[in-house]
């Protein structure tokens, strides 16, 4: 058994996008694989890891957990919460009469059960009558496959789940078949717009954003123009108020400006064109600001704090396609960046271009696609990794919480 667990959330959508539930994904330390043997003893430390050692509110915002059961843990669950979680029954499992029994009284019990990576067999019928939630991996399926296996479910009252939705398109194609339920990287990707037209926001938003990255702005110009608008001012106090744990009441404008650094009030002006945007979920804005938390704390283990800044930037700014429905390489040559986050943003190169390719694989749980090893030169440990991870979720929760706050005041 490793000596620690990588763990990560990954959302699960509704129609309307909003977030229904986190499915917990977990690995050994260093990403290495976990043997068979480990299965169950990793199930229960991320188990107790999440609902004991951690902020489980925190963790996943008063939403359920999926969790991946082996055979040995669904006929001897962990005594947690039957309403905090989502029993996931593998499509490797082995199916009897004792593993049927035992999900018939989990059921009674009240708990939820999702078949994960669903294909049918006869084999499953006993299961799926017990079932609530069918998962279909859409990329392993042709349209007329997809079709066909949802007309199949439709005679045992599942819920179903879409799973690796990787573009819009796909999304409401699934819609139109019935799937109540998304999970899937497609959100942080930009729409097909018809005609290549940005509507006006998205123009507006782009001029703005590009103006306030322009290296040779000074703080003076920055701070002059969210002085003079009394929605930014009054953003930028709740954002900066919640990073540092402050009071928005009693914080004023001029002296919560003076403690930032020009990076700084670029990053939290970024931060509300992001949350203004229209149709943009609130879903998206929590993906760009947990990344970009994520990237500034893995910086501070090998950079000053003022640098790590600029980091915040590389996470903020590589979700910027997703907002303005275009991709990075037409926005980032467009913008006047500096150098090095610019190649970070388009090719991955240097340090912040490393430190964002792990924010990334952190958030999809493709830890072997970690350079462990250049990290370990860092002074990074998988530790630190998932240090930084947690807290990213923590802190983006604790801003967008703000914002929300300012929205309904």
Same mark, same amino acid.
């Given at each position: 058994?490793?000596?620690?667990?990588?763990?990560?959330?990954?959302?699960?959508?509704?129609?309307?996008?909003?977030?229904?539930?986190?499915?917990?994904?977990?690995?050994?330390?260093?990403?290495?694989?976990?043997?068979?043997? +480990?299965?169950?003893?990793?199930?229960?430390?991320?188990?107790?890891?999440?609902?004991?050692?951690?902020?489980?509110?925190?963790?996943?915002?008063?939403?359920?957990?999926?969790?991946?059961?082996?055979?040995?843990?669904?006929?001897?669950?962990?005594?947690?919460?039957?309403?905090?979680?989502?029993?996931?029954?593998?499509?490797?499992?082995?199916?009897?009469?004792?593993?049927?029994?035992?999900?018939?009284?989990?059921?009674?019990?009240?708990?939820?059960?999702?078949?994960?990576?669903? *294909?049918?067999?006869? +084999?499953?019928?006993?299961?799926?009558?017990?079932?609530?939630?069918?998962?279909?991996?859409?990329?392993?399926?042709?349209?007329?496959?997809?079709?066909?296996?949802?007309?199949?479910?439709?005679?045992?009252?599942?819920?179903?789940?879409?799973?690796?939705?990787?573009?819009?398109?796909?999304?409401?194609?699934?819609?139109?078949?019935?799937?109540?339920?998304?999970?899937?990287?497609?959100?942080?990707?930009?729409?097909?717009?018809?005609?290549?037209?940005?509507?006006?926001?998205?123009?507006?938003?782009?001029?703005?954003?590009?103006?306030?990255?322009?290296?040779?702005?000074?703080?003076?110009?920055?701070?002059?123009?969210?002085?003079?608008?009394?929605?930014?001012?009054?953003?930028?106090?709740?954002? *900066?108020?919640?990073?540092?744990?402050?009071?928005?009441?009693?914080?004023?404008?001029?002296?919560?400006?003076?403690?930032?650094?020009?990076?700084?009030?670029?990053?939290?002006?970024?931060?509300?064109?992001?949350?203004?945007?229209? +149709?943009?979920?609130?879903?998206?804005?929590?993906?760009?600001?947990?990344?970009?938390?994520?990237?500034?704390?893995?910086?501070?283990?090998?950079?000053?704090?003022?640098?790590?800044?600029?980091?915040?930037?590389?996470?903020?700014?590589?979700?910027?396609?997703?907002?303005?429905?275009?991709?990075?390489?037409?926005?980032?040559?467009?913008?006047?960046?500096?150098?090095?986050?610019?190649?970070?943003?388009?090719?991955?190169?240097?340090?912040?271009?490393?430190?964002?390719?792990?924010?990334?694989?952190? *958030?999809?749980?493709?830890?072997?696609?970690?350079?462990? *090893?250049?990290?370990?030169?860092?002074?990074?440990?998988?530790? +630190?990794?998932?240090?930084?991870?947690?807290?990213?979720?923590?802190?983006?929760?604790?801003?967008?919480?703000?914002?929300?706050?300012?929205?309904?005041?």
């Amino acid at each position: 058994m490793p000596d620690s667990l990588l763990l990560a959330r990954q959302p699960i959508f509704d129609r309307s996008l909003n977030i229904a539930a986190y499915e917990l994904l977990f690995r050994s330390d260093a990403g290495t694989v976990l043997k068979d043997s +480990d299965a169950n003893l990793a199930t229960t430390q991320v188990l107790l890891n999440a609902f004991t050692d951690l902020d489980i509110d925190a963790l996943l915002e008063d939403h359920k957990a999926y969790v991946n059961f082996t055979r040995d843990l669904i006929l001897h669950p962990p005594p947690f919460n039957k309403d905090k979680y989502v029993i996931e029954v593998l499509e490797s499992i082995h199916i009897d009469d004792e593993l049927v029994q035992q999900l018939r009284r989990l059921k009674r019990r009240g708990y939820t059960i999702a078949l994960d990576d669903f *294909e049918y067999s006869k +084999d499953w019928d006993a299961v799926l009558k017990l079932a609530d939630i069918v998962k279909l991996d859409v990329l392993a399926m042709s349209r007329e496959q997809l079709i066909a296996a949802v007309d199949r479910m439709k005679t045992y009252g599942v819920k179903l789940l879409a799973e690796k939705v990787e573009s819009h398109e796909m999304f409401h194609f699934c819609c139109d078949l019935g799937f109540q339920l998304f999970q899937g990287y497609f959100l942080c990707r930009p729409r097909p717009i018809r005609g290549n037209r940005i509507s006006r926001p998205q123009l507006a938003a782009q001029s703005l954003l590009s103006a306030i990255q322009n290296p040779e702005l000074e703080i003076e110009h920055l701070s002059s123009l969210v002085a003079g608008d009394s929605v930014m001012s009054a953003g930028v106090l709740r954002i *900066e108020n919640a990073s540092n744990g402050g009071d928005v009441e009693h914080a004023m404008v001029d002296s919560a400006i003076a403690t930032l650094n020009t990076q700084q009030l670029r990053n939290w002006i970024t931060l509300l064109s992001y949350q203004v945007m229209p +149709d943009k979920p609130m879903a998206l804005f929590i993906s760009a600001i947990s990344r970009a938390r994520m990237c500034q704390q893995l910086a501070l283990a090998f950079a000053d704090e003022a640098g790590a800044h600029r980091y915040f930037s590389v996470g903020l700014l590589s979700n910027i396609d997703a907002y303005l429905d275009r991709p990075l390489k037409e926005i980032i040559p467009t913008m006047p960046l500096e150098k090095d986050i610019g190649d970070a943003l388009l090719f991955g190169h240097g340090p912040m271009g490393m430190i964002l390719r792990t924010a990334i694989a952190s *958030e999809r749980a493709m830890w072997n696609s970690i350079d462990w *090893e250049i990290l370990k030169e860092k002074c990074l440990t998988p530790s +630190d990794v998932e240090g930084a991870y947690i807290d990213s979720i923590q802190w983006a929760g604790s801003i967008a919480g703000a914002i929300q706050s300012g929205q309904n005041a």
